[in-house]
Nanobody, 122 residues
Framework: QLVESGGGSVQSGGSLKLSCTAA????????MGWFRQAPGKEREGVAV????????YYVDSVKGRFTISRDFAKNTLILQMNSLKPEDTAMYFC??????????????????WGQGTQVTVS
């Protein structure tokens, strides 16, 4: 239902742009987030955006490097990732939910998930 794309392998300091689309949903009406999960680690929230275009929330480790946004015309959620570091290596997932902005980085609060796209930084 949610489909991510844009992952790949880059060198440290490089950039990637992840996209998330859905054929059956108007994503702009959902509270949405990007999450990541590295091998052996729990899934963690990275960046979240309220329905519409604001406000946005970022985990401290990506502030100033990642930007979450929406392309309403294309019904797409975007994560622009700059200055990538090896510790950013993980499977990245987009997720969607309804409801208020509480526990915004808690995966259990999200109802809809994509299959993920791999990001590898060396």
């Amino acid at each position: 239902q949610l489909v991510e794309s844009g992952g790949g392998s880059v060198q440290s300091g490089g950039s990637l742009k992840l996209s998330c689309t859905a054929a059956a949903y108007t994503l702009g009406t959902y509270f949405m987030g990007w999450f990541r999960q590295a091998p052996g680690k729990e899934r963690e929230g990275v960046a979240v955006i309220s329905s519409g275009a604001a406000p946005t929330y970022y985990v401290d480790s990506v502030k100033g490097r990642f930007t979450i946004s929406r392309d309403f015309a294309k019904n797409t959620l975007i994560l622009q990732m700059n200055s990538l570091k090896p510790e950013d290596t993980a499977m990245y997932f987009c997720a969607a939910r309804r409801g208020p902005a509480i526990e915004v980085f808690s995966p259990s609060r999200y109802n809809y998930w994509g299959q993920g796209t791999q990001v590898t930084v060396s």
